[in-house]
């Protein structure tokens, strides 16, 4: 699966979140997340459904703390992504620094749908990027595009 991004960030930094996302976050790795687009308002990833993600073992259902995970992890990465195009003027480095100042404020996740499907995709936008706080709206898809979950997340970024 190919990595793309927005003209706005560049392949050095794009490929420095992709490896804080998908190997040096252990849990990350764990539940299997892969990024598939970057931008500076916006990113999409895409997570298969494995037996050991099930939260319901009647109906094969993923775990809704997979769900609000990964949209968690989404919301975050796209306020980085945000800051990264800030403050493009300094290197890739000190951009990516800037992670440790990241944390997740509030998080609600709305559960609509029964998430049984052989993949997912998961996307987060950047509603606004102040100077302390990043605010976002996220999205868990089926792969046919059937909104499973939906969420919206306030994040720390200085």
Do not use: W
Request: with cysteine; glycine share 10%.
């Amino acid at each position: 699966m190919t990595l793309t991004h927005g003209p706005e960030l560049d392949p050095e930094f794009v490929e420095g979140i992709r490896a804080i996302t998908e190997e040096q976050i252990v849990f990350n790795k764990v539940l299997g997340l892969k990024l598939t687009h970057l931008s500076g308002d916006s990113v999409e990833a895409r997570i298969q459904m494995r037996d050991d993600l099930v939260g319901h073992f009647q109906y094969n259902r993923l775990h809704g703390g997979v769900i609000s995970a990964v949209l968690d992890t989404l919301g975050g990465i796209v306020c980085l992504n945000g800051v990264g195009v800030r403050y493009a003027q300094e290197t890739v480095k000190e951009r990516l620094a800037r992670f440790s100042k990241l944390g997740t404020i509030d998080l609600r996740i709305d559960y609509l749908r029964p998430s049984i499907a052989p993949h997912f995709l998961a996307r987060a936008d950047l509603i606004r990027l102040g100077s302390r706080v990043g605010n976002t709206r996220m999205s868990f898809t089926s792969p046919e595009g059937k909104l499973l979950a939906s969420g919206c997340g306030a994040y720390i970024v200085s």
